[in-house]
């Protein structure tokens, strides 16, 4: 096993300084332009994000599932994913009955499979979905982490274990098309004193097809970690810390450092990997093929931004009835936690259906909302977006012209819901 620390960062560094004299593109009158260059074989995209473009998510859906009341195949609790197939059925991964539900792309329900348990065909923690070659259902289970096979009408296949086994879920999985998986994990359990910081990695591992190992691609920087109240064992990092971000699907792996407006962009080599392994390095991250860099506002942390969030937190908990909960927020609002001198430069990565990248502008507190900056698949801003999903991580696919997720409505039901999406290329 091969683990290659901050290989991309430090070259990336190097190829910053060598670069610094060459000329930027110059902006359009919107302000969007894009310039490309090839700089020893590496595509860079350099964007001059503008105002002026904005993707537009329409404020009602076209596909609307969840009820309070009716059949229960149409009551949720705590999904958690959902993925549409090549004929524009629908699959929903409900963790409360431990089942993943399918409906016609007019929303119709047209089955259900899966029951809680440890055996084939059931799930112990029903978490994520993927559509696959074929119309293939990877659903994947946690503690442990591992993956279940169905064909497209529901049948159990088999099952896939990592190796070496993961006991949680972790910070992010992605299959891609030649069917070995990605897998990025935080890495390694805190276990100093209180007041001491210790920096953590973020590990990238390729997986085959079987759950073998094929490498450890990388280990990234993933920021500080340290105890915000250890009477409580709430561990925690350094507020507004930056961390590595992991995103993957086809035969692209893209990563963001968190600390400069920058991603890395990584391909799978030429060829198919087979399910044993046998071609042990297929995708090489020593050096990215493409990078993606725009603009943006002062990362730097002010007064002003740790005061409001201190004071949103409190509030947040003031309420709270659980004394443990509210003792967590005055720990996460406390003047005794560290504070990072700049904000991320960006929080989550997404990639689209059609393998546009969607990078989350961090959002600062006291401050309206950044939304999306929307890249298309060379790298180039597209716009800016916002989804009407209440987190990141409700936000489970994003096509052409939808996007499609997790909304819960002021009784607090659970809805899977499919927006229209109008880009500015539209």
């Known amino acids: 096993m091969r683990a290659v620390h901050r290989p991309s960062l430090i070259h990336v560094a190097a190829l910053q300084c060598a670069l610094v004299a060459l000329a930027c593109a110059t902006p359009d009158a919107d302000g969007s332009a894009a310039g490309i260059r090839d700089s020893a074989g590496i ?19 076209e596909l609307d599932l969840g009820t309070v009341e009716g ?3 149409y009551q949720f609790h705590r999904v958690f994913d959902a993925a549409t197939m090549s004929d524009g059925r629908i699959a929903v991964v409900d963790q409360g009955s431990s089942q993943i539900r399918i409906f016609s792309g007019d929303g119709t329900f047209e089955r259900a499979f899966g029951s809680e348990g440890g055996g084939p065909g059931e ?4 978490f994520q979905l ?3 070659a074929g ?11 591992r993956f279940s096979i169905f064909t497209p009408e529901g049948e159990f296949v088999r099952v896939v274990e990592p190796d070496p086994m993961y006991p949680n879920t972790p910070e992010s999985v992605a299959p891609l098309a030649d069917g070995t998986v990605v897998i990025s994990e935080e890495c390694c359990p805190f276990n100093g004193e209180p007041g001491e910081w210790q920096e953590t990695e973020q590990h990238v591992v390729h997986h085959a097809a079987d759950g073998s190992l094929i490498d450890t691609l990388a280990v990234l920087p993933n920021g500080r970690h340290g105890w915000l109240d ?17 995103a993957a699907a086809g035969r692209r792996l893209i990563v963001g450092p968190g600390t400069e407006r920058e991603l890395e962009v990584y391909e799978l080599a030429p060829g198919d990997p087979t399910e044993t392994g046998d071609r042990r390095e297929p995708i090489d991250m020593s050096r ?6 725009w603009t943006g506002p002062d990362l730097g942390v002010t007064p002003a931004h740790v005061e409001a969030y201190r004071a949103a937190e409190l509030a947040r908990y003031a309420e709270v009835d659980n004394p443990q909960f509210r003792r967590a927020g005055e720990a996460l609002a406390s003047e005794e936690r560290p504070v990072a001198e700049r904000f991320p430069a960006h929080a989550s990565i997404r990639l689209g259906v059609e393998g546009d990248v969607w990078v989350r502008d961090y959002p600062r507190p006291a401050e309206d909302d950044p939304g999306w900056l929307v890249f298309d698949a060379e790298g180039r801003f597209e716009c800016r977006a916002w989804l009407p999903f209440e987190n990141s991580w409700d936000a489970y696919e994003i096509g052409p012209d939808y996007v499609l997720g997790k909304v819960q409505d002021e009784l ?14 539209s």
């Open 71 to 73: 059949p229960t195949e």
């Open 123 to 126: 799930f112990r923690n029903v």
């Open 135 to 145: 119309d293939t259902l990877l659903v994947a289970d946690y503690r442990p982490y």
């Open 412 to 425: 607090d039901v659970e809805h899977v819901r499919r927006y229209p999406l109008t880009r500015p290329s």
């Open 130 to 132: 993927w559509v696959t």
């Open 230 to 246: 250890i009477e409580i064992r709430l561990g925690g990092a350094p507020l507004f810390e930056a961390s590595s971000r992991v």
């Open 43 to 61: 595509r860079i995209v350099d964007n001059a994000v503008g105002v002026a473009d904005t993707c537009l998510v329409s404020p009602t859906p």
């Open 288 to 293: 990215p093929v493409g990078l993606i860099r």
